[in-house]
């Protein structure tokens, strides 16, 4: 074999080589492949920090293109009943479980705006069933978290694990909640210290299906994705719940613009 010939037959190789390499990179659905190998791993702090979205962010998006308190939401308000306390803080309760794609998408908008008034520790990453609607949403898991906030109380029940298995019981109390004020018993459900509460998710899962973690997370800033516009518009909304309950104050978060227009939004 001559010099020409040899030259010719090791670039054939590279580009072979080269060529096998993109389509690893570019068709292969790597996402899943990581995606499926992180679901129960714990959620690393410096993960955890990147969902302190900063308020300038919020200020450009404010609801975004989540659902508000306007017809067909499934938010309902001043439902006119005592409220609900964890000793002197007013408590936030969620309800829901990990296979439903609902729940998915919308823990990102309530770890967001949790955030903004306390801090998580021991969150793992989840996703939602792989056979049912929205497969393999991305999203974390609130059983065996810890929140802690100077100013309000999160108590969250996950009653199912991934594969429909019974994982958290309702309390009598919280069965009373949930069956007062959710009469269609769907999840996810939050109730908003008795101020108002909300059953069903104010996005759709399918704005972040198919997505990583790291691929949602990185969106979150680009005020022009389809990403932040619903889960920062989300936790926008569920920041301007929080507030009312928290009779406005710290003052830093909830004299926000943001806030101001979504309490002028949701009256």
Not at 91 to 108: K, Q, T
Not at 128 to 150: A, E, H, L
Not at 237 to 262: A, D, F, G, H, L
Request: aromatic share 10%; with cysteine.
């Amino acid at each position: 074999m001559d010099k020409k010939t040899k030259y010719l037959a090791i670039l054939a190789i590279a580009v072979i080589a080269v060529a096998v390499l993109a389509y690893m990179d570019f068709s292969a659905p790597q996402s899943s492949l990581s995606f499926n190998a992180q679901i129960g791993q714990q959620v690393p702090q410096s993960i955890v920090s990147q969902l302190n979205i900063p308020s300038s962010v919020s200020n450009r998006i404010v609801e975004g293109s989540a659902s508000t308190g306007l017809p067909n939401a499934p938010i309902i308000y001043n439902i006119n009943a005592s409220p609900l306390k964890n000793g002197t803080k007013p408590e936030i309760l969620y309800i829901g479980a990990e296979f439903c794609p609902y729940c998915a998408v919308s823990r990102w908008g309530m770890i967001i705006a949790l955030l903004r008034f306390g801090s998580f520790s021991n969150l793992h990453y989840m996703a939602s069933n792989s056979t049912d609607v929205y497969p393999n949403t991305p999203t974390f898991t609130f059983y065996n978290s810890t929140y802690q906030s100077d100013y309000i109380s999160f108590v969250s029940v996950e009653t199912a694990t991934r594969s429909y298995q019974n994982l958290q019981k309702l309390t009598d109390s919280q069965n009373n909640i949930f069956a007062a004020y959710n009469p269609g018993g769907g999840i996810p459900f939050i109730d908003f210290a008795n101020l108002s509460v909300e059953a069903g998710a104010l996005v759709t899962p399918g704005v972040i299906q198919g997505y990583s973690w790291n691929e949602t997370i990185s969106n979150l800033t680009n005020t022009n994705s389809s990403v932040s516009q619903a889960l920062v518009g989300a936790a926008d909304i569920y920041t301007t719940e929080i507030c009312r309950i928290t009779n406005m104050t710290p003052e830093s978060v909830c004299s926000q613009p943001y806030v101001v227009k979504m309490l002028k939004i949701l009256g």
